[in-house]
Every structure is written in structure tokens, then in C-alpha cells.
């Protein structure tokens, strides 16, 4: 499953591509972002406790009047200085300008985007778990994954700005930051995002599961359960698209409407009434897989940013 910490990851290969630097490595940010969230936590449960130890609190004061006096730098917590110091990890690389956008990488968002396919295989489901081996080392994690970057109002309305992804399984920390920037630059359906839009945004990861066998039903999946990816063929040529779990749900579809909006997505142009017998002409195809969208906006990423230093 996403966590918040991939979604701090994606903010952290996209400030690093403006500033044309390598980001922090996935590990680096997992360890100080779960680190920041402990110590906040130990923070509300000091207030929370305050006046316990009448003792203490005065020394405390005296120690910190002292340091201030004598215009002492801020001690940074020894765990955050050993997690920044921490060997050099090897960072992903930069995503390929010319990373197809087909089978292996799939924008899927909104009704409003068409995209052709290209021929659609059954899909990978993610080849290892999380966890460490009997050794402790880490195991390579590998998903399927899509990267989604949205635009958000002072009111708080959302608009998608790029979404992308792969149903082929990715390493984790590669795949992460190569979708980040490939859904941030080469969505065809936007112009690329300007470092002036970075503040607006929030970043949005889904790691996929449980992907089915190719169905003949078009019908047979769970709205806000299951994504869904079809795929038919017409006059010789082969249509594919994708929507990801939350999207009918989040637009009010049933799942007829669903089907023929995915069906129009993929470049297909017929009247809604002969959407059943297009598909049964065309072989259709579908694939049910599952993936909770975990995001995050960019004010929690910069306030862990900032104490990150």
C-alpha cells in the first residue's frame, strides 16, 4: 500500500528536478519522515504532560536561557543528524524523455483525456513484498504504480494537473521518481509543470494489486474497489485505457457509464447506445486490479521539509 512518505518522495524528485539537483533516496525520506511524525507526537504528549515534574520544567528553562544567552545554534536531534549523514544512497534516475506512453505507461484520470492504446497484455501484479530478509537487508519492492499531480484552489477544489503510471512491476524508489517527473512533464493532455506551480500541487501515489484474469464481462467489477482496464479491437486496430479505483466513484458513474467513458478515453468515437455490441465485436477485454490512492499537498511536505533543514 502508498504511504505518505512515497507521496513526500514524488515532492522531493520533483524540487529536485527545478533545482536540477538528486533528491534525498527513498529510504532517507521514509526514515525522516516517519522520525518527524514520532517526534511531533512526542511533542503533544510533553504538553499534554506538562507540569508533571515542576523540577525538571525549571532546569529546562535554565539550560534553554543559558544557550539563548550565549547565541547558541540550535541542537539538532542526534537521530535526525545520523539519518542525514547516513552513507550515500543511491539515488533513482531521471525518467527517459522518450518513455512511451502505451502499455507500459498509462496516463488514467478524468473523462475529459482520450488516449489511443496500444495493445494491452494482461498486467504484472507486484513481485515482492514489503519487509527484510532473514538477514535484515531491505527486499527489493517492486509495484506496479501510478503517479497523479493535481492543482489545489485556495478553497481547496482539486484539478488534475498529470497522471501516469505502469502496470509493469517497478522498483519502488526508480519507479516512484521516474512517474513522478513522466506525470509531471510528458502527460500529452498539459503543458509541463512550472516550478511556479509547486506550491499548488498536491502528489498523489497508487501501488496496484491484485490484478484479475482477463474477463469477457464488462460488467464484472466493484465501483471504488476495483480499477478496471479494457481493451477491444476495431477494424484491426487494437483500443486499451485504464481508470484507476477511485474514479467512477469520484465521478457518479454506474459501471455502464464507466465502461463507455473508458471506451471513448481509449479513442473510440461510436454512439453511447452501441457501446455493448462494439465491445462484444471487438473481443473486448477486462482486467480488474486494486490500489488505494494515498496523497499528500505540498504545505505537509514543506513543514516536513523545513524541520528536515
Not at 7 to 18: I, K
Not at 288 to 303: I, M, N
Request: contains cysteine; negative net charge; hydrophobic residues 30%.
Amino acid at each position: 500500500m502508498a504511504t505518505k512518505a512515497h507521496c513526500a518522495y514524488v515532492f522531493e524528485c520533483l524540487a529536485a528536478a527545478f533545482e536540477k539537483q538528486q533528491p534525498l533516496s527513498l529510504v532517507k525520506v521514509e526514515q525522516l519522515w516517519y522520525h518527524y511524525h514520532a517526534t511531533k507526537v512526542d511533542d503533544e504528549d510533553d504538553v499534554e504532560g506538562g507540569g508533571e515534574d515542576e523540577n525538571e520544567d525549571e532546569s529546562d528553562e535554565e539550560e534553554m536561557t543559558e544557550a539563548e544567552t550565549n547565541d547558541s545554534p540550535p541542537i539538532r536531534p542526534a537521530a535526525v543528524s545520523r539519518l542525514q549523514n547516513k552513507g550515500t544512497d543511491s539515488s533513482a534516475t531521471s525518467s527517459n524523455s522518450s518513455l512511451p506512453l502505451s502499455t507500459n505507461s498509462t496516463s488514467s484520470s478524468t473523462p475529459s483525456s482520450r488516449q489511443s492504446g496500444s495493445g494491452i497484455t494482461t498486467p504484472a501484479s507486484s513481485r515482492t513484498s514489503l519487509g527484510s530478509t532473514a538477514n535484515g537487508r531491505p527486499q527489493r519492492r517492486e509495484f506496479p504504480l501510478f503517479v497523479t499531480w493535481n492543482t489545489v484552489s485556495r478553497s481547496g477544489y482539486k484539478s488534475l494537473r498529470g497522471c501516469i503510471g505502469t502496470f509493469e512491476a517497478q522498483e519502488l524508489e526508480y519507479g516512484l521518481h521516474s512517474y513522478a517527473l513522466t506525470s509531471a512533464f510528458e502527460d500529452i493532455r498539459f503543458s509541463p509543470i512550472p516550478p511556479t506551480l509547486l506550491s499548488s500541487l498536491s502528489a498523489h501515489v497508487t501501488l496496484l494489486n491484485n490484478f484479475s484474469q482477463p474477463t469477457k464481462d464488462p460488467l464484472d467489477w466493484t465501483i471504488g474497489k476495483h480499477g478496471i482496464r479494457i481493451s477491444f479491437t476495431i477494424n484491426g486496430r487494437r483500443y486499451g485505457s485504464t481508470y484507476l479505483p477511485d474514479v467512477a466513484k469520484e465521478q457518479g458513474w454506474n459501471q455502464e457509464e464507466a465502461i463507455v467513458s473508458l471506451m471513448r478515453k481509449a479513442g473510440w468515437n461510436g454512439s453511447s447506445s452501441s457501446w455493448a455490441k462494439t465491445w462484444k465485436d471487438g473481443r473486448g477485454e477486462l482486467v480488474r486490479y486494486e490500489g488505494e490512492q494515498v496523497g499528500l499537498e505540498y504545505a505537509e511536505w514543506k513543514e516536513w521539509k523545513e524541520w528536515v533543514g
